[in-house]
């Protein structure tokens, strides 16, 4: 089981960046694949991006290529999403979570752990 705790939101201008961390408790962070889902006001979770166990291999939800960066430190349990370009649609909650899973997944149910949520708000 992994304990996940978000930090790094926060009020920022259009064009701006944010560097989100999640920070893992446990000693098997290396064995999970790791994602950032988000939350806007009325929808639903949306997947933003994931990495696998090894930070070998990631992936992007079309709406952020080019813009974030998800990585991890193993040595640190911890993964971070570094968000630049950003714009009001990408105002949310953001979500880190976790899966047992080998590959990444951008499917909401394959991720059993989830943190709190941080807030991050874009003004244009």
């Known amino acids: 089981q992994v304990q996940l705790v978000e930090s790094g939101g926060g009020l920022v201008q259009a064009g701006g960046s944010l560097r989100l961390s999640c920070a893992a408790s446990?000693?098997?962070?290396?064995?999970?694949?790791m994602a950032w889902f988000r939350q806007a006001p009325g929808k639903e979770h949306d997947f933003v991006a994931g990495?696998?166990?090894?930070?070998?291999?990631?992936v992007y939800a079309d709406s952020v290529k080019g813009r974030f960066t998800i990585s991890r430190d193993n040595a640190k349990n911890t993964v971070y999403l570094q968000m630049n370009s950003l714009k009001p649609d990408d105002t949310a909650v953001y979500y880190c979570?976790?899966?047992?899973?080998?590959?990444?997944?951008?499917?909401?149910?394959?991720?059993?752990?989830w943190g709190q949520g941080t807030q991050v708000t874009v003004s244009s």
């Open positions: 979570a976790a899966s047992r899973l080998v590959v990444v997944t951008t499917r909401q149910t394959n991720y059993a752990y």
């Open positions: 446990g000693r098997t962070f290396s064995f999970y694949t």
């Open positions: 990495i696998s166990s090894s930070g070998g291999s990631t």
